[in-house]
């Protein structure tokens, strides 16, 4: 019996959340005596994100489900609104509204995360005994959520580093878990603070949409990408770039689109040492895993394909594909 390509995207991300635990592990052992202790008493750095970051999570308890890896990760949900209703993003009810949504053409929006409810996972970590937080968020020239932290950061007395990271989805992931590890391992917040910077400076994200329409009514694109996606018969290939999102090329049909994003990716990968590939699709498991399968002989780890976070799908659309490049760490 064939897999169902749900189910597969489901393997995929297993074999990564497992290949992640045993890098852990391994960077473990090149430090000897230390050991990711998250008992002992002092010095315990915290990170905070947002579910830009694509980390699979516990839908109850918000729970970053990487095992040791998670264990000192917090992930803050974005809003997002279908018309005037507000969603929990991590929500069954929004799974099932958002496609639909999307496909109607019905308003769908997404707000920053409070300061208030940033500001009260940081006093929990301080509660908790933490010496301090790493907060590494979505791109700033695309959401308020880095504005946000630093408003929360300003009300506390109590160490938190807002990291502005320019990216998106498992870009930022990645940051997110290099930061957690080098935390484990007994970083300060300072060095804690540059590795997340680090790897998110030397990520990249690609991404290639059917329409551009999501992404203008959302003004998360400029004058001119929008002109190209005016017309019909383009389907742009687009890539963050210092947090905005700037045209590449412009393919004419979806199959080219995807054709020249994985030559892109196969360039970029090439350029990078020990590369860490993701695939996002957001409605399109088979697409996904086609890339990804074609992808994996590029990569240093294990391909998951993840599908788009609902603050992401909310702007990118259905059918959209992206992809992820990060360095690995050496230690």
Known sequence: MVDRPGERCQQSLVRWRSAVEAELLRRRAAVPGRKPNLRRKKGRIAIVTDSSCSLPVDRRTQEVLLGQVGANIVSIPIPVMIGEQIYPETSAELDRDLPLALAQGTAVRTSRPSPGRLLESYQQLQDQGYAGVVSIHLSAKLSGTVEAARLAAGQLDFPVTVVDSAQAGLALGHSVIDAAMAAQLGGTLQAVAEVAADTARASESLFVLPQLDQLRRGGRINAMASLIGGLLWVKPLLQLVDGEIHPVERPRTMAR???????????????????????????????????????????????????????????????????????????
């Open 257 to 331: 689109a995807l054709e020249r994003l994985q030559a892109r990716v196969a360039e970029q990968a090439h350029a990078m040492e020990s590369p860490r590939l993701a695939v996002h699709g957001f409605g399109n498991d088979l697409q996904a895993l086609e890339l990804a399968v074609a992808l994996e002989p590029l990569s240093a780890a294990p391909v998951p394909v993840v599908d788009l976070p609902p603050a992401l799908g909310a702007h990118l659309g259905l059918g959209a594909v992206a992809v992820s490049l990060s360095p690995a760490r050496a230690s």
